[in-house]
């Protein structure tokens, strides 16, 4: 079983900034779609951004204009720079890794927290 390695995140204050970096121990992962999800307590998972091969990148519109994902492939990692955090952004943050139903591939998982 394939693991992603997350690092980042943590606790922060309203207005403040993290960025959460993900590497993937794959081979070609410079053709899969890169992307970051969230579940909050008591929701389900959501997308918050997606970039994909080719660089073309999709945003939840909650968090437009303030957070940016980008991927080196150099390093198989993404990333996802998170500014103007906001309470409502606390949440269990997972990279994913997508090359098909088939080859799908989830970060463990790390917790974000925005105090008020």
């Known amino acids: 079983q394939v693991q992603l390695v997350e690092s980042g995140g943590g606790l922060v204050q309203a207005g403040g900034s993290l960025r959460r970096s993900c590497a993937a121990p794959?081979?070609?992962?410079?053709?899969?779609?890169r992307g970051w999800y969230r579940q909050a307590p008591g929701k389900q998972r959501e997308l918050v951004a997606v970039?994909?091969?080719?660089?073309?990148?999709n945003y939840a519109d909650s968090v437009k204009g303030r957070f940016t994902i980008s991927r080196d492939n150099t390093k198989n990692t993404v990333y996802l720079q998170m500014n103007s955090l906001k309470p409502e952004d606390t949440a269990v943050y997972y990279c994913?890794?997508?090359?098909?139903?088939?080859?799908?591939?989830w970060g463990q998982g790390t917790q974000v927290t925005v105090s008020s």
């Open positions: 794959l081979s070609i992962v410079w053709i899969a779609t």
């Open positions: 970039i994909t091969s080719g660089g073309t990148t």
């Open positions: 994913n890794t997508y090359f098909s139903r088939n080859r799908n591939y």
